[in-house]
């Protein structure tokens, strides 16, 4: 059997995709060239926008049409969210679930590999039960659940034997890890090799002190990079989004990264057009983002998700008053990202390749394009020197 598997969303459902795929190795499969010359389609959906499920239910249609022989196996969150919606498409769609290839505490699992990256993506955590009011997450990965420590670590060390230079500590909610990031963290640090970590998104009020000072004590092994999704600037919104800080304490949390990591990249996630977001509400949203704090913003516009209490929220905000917002945010991003890498000329930064092109990624988070010949470099992860070409970040190496 050849099989062919297709993975929307986040570093979550990567994760995940890659644990299916070294388990259908185990079970025999081959791996198709393209996903319609598979005889098994796996698609590993996501549902946290209107557009993720389009692109999905566009995908299955596609496949049922064009590789006629195919099973087609739906796992994720929209698999656990519309399963009978899923199944409407074709008669030869089947409904694995998010909970197939979820981990849990009884049937623990690890991979050994991370196809097709550079950096391996390593899930320690999942699951979320604070019910944010415009999220779904909550309501298809509701059970929290945390990797035991001993087969996290284990996991990571089989990944950096195996030649990979960054790990990317991954979660639902990463900062509720059960016993803490930072006693996790100290123990991969002491793994053998050249390494280094990265945590994946993490909430503002998850960025204590204690991981601070770690993140501090050993920056040579922890990047320099926190990504906070603030999702709004206005006090208002963040009450009806059920957020659990308010815009001053967030901005608090957030100098106090820049203030305890001076060279952090600070980036963040945030959210246009939320029901009965005033024209004063997205200039809070901006004032607060333009602060000077954050090395690049994540534009979202809002996306009515079934069953959460926004979607039913009045106030919808027109779709051009929508787009105007996140063009002026995203035109802000792009003055944003410029401002923080030219910080950085003529400094050195350690460097890992991303992918198959000629790019490198920073600690702190910034894109390189690599003026040198990085195929010539032995180590992987290496020192480069950031210089602006064309007006762009680039790099050469020097070590």
Known sequence: MKAFIFTFGCKVNQYESQLLRERLARDGYSWADTIYDADAVFIN???????????????????????????????????ARASGELKKLSP?????????????????????????????????????????????????????????????????????????PEI???????????GGLVPLLKKIIALQGRFRIRLSSLEALDVTDGLLDCMADYREKICAHLHIPMQSGSDAVLRRMNRPYLSDGFLRIA??????????????????GFPGETGDDFEQTH????????????????SPRPGTAAEKFPGRIDAGIIKERAGLLRALDAGLQDIFWKRFIEKK????????KNTLLSDNYIRLHSLDDINTISDSLFNVKLVSHNGKPAATCIS
Not at 168 to 178: A, C, H, I, K, T
């Open 45 to 79: 959906s996501c549902t946290v926008t209107s557009e993720a499920d389009r692109q999905c239910r566009q995908l299955i249609r596609k496949v049922a049409n064009r590789n006629p022989g195919a099973k087609i196996l739906i796992s994720g969150c929209y698999a």
């Open 92 to 164: 030869r769609v089947e409904i694995a679930g998010a909970a197939s290839i979820n981990l849990t505490a009884s049937a623990p699992a690890s991979i050994t590999a991370f196809d097709g990256h550079s950096r391996a993506f390593v899930k320690i955590q999942d699951g979320c039960n604070s019910f944010c009011s415009y999220c779904i997450v909550p309501f298809v990965r509701r059970e929290m659940w945390s990797k035991p420590t001993a087969i996290a670590v284990e996991e990571i060390r089989t990944l950096v034997a195996n030649g990979y």
């Open 168 to 178: 990317v500590l991954s979660g639902v909610r990463l900062g509720r890890y059960d």
């Open 255 to 272: 100098e106090n990264i820049a203030r305890r990591l001076p060279d952090a990249g600070i980036t963040t996630d945030i959210i246009v």
């Open 287 to 302: 004032k607060l983002a333009a602060s000077g704090i954050f090395s690049r913003l994540h534009v979202f516009s809002f």
């Open 349 to 356: 930064l350690a460097v890992v390749r991303e992918g198959t």
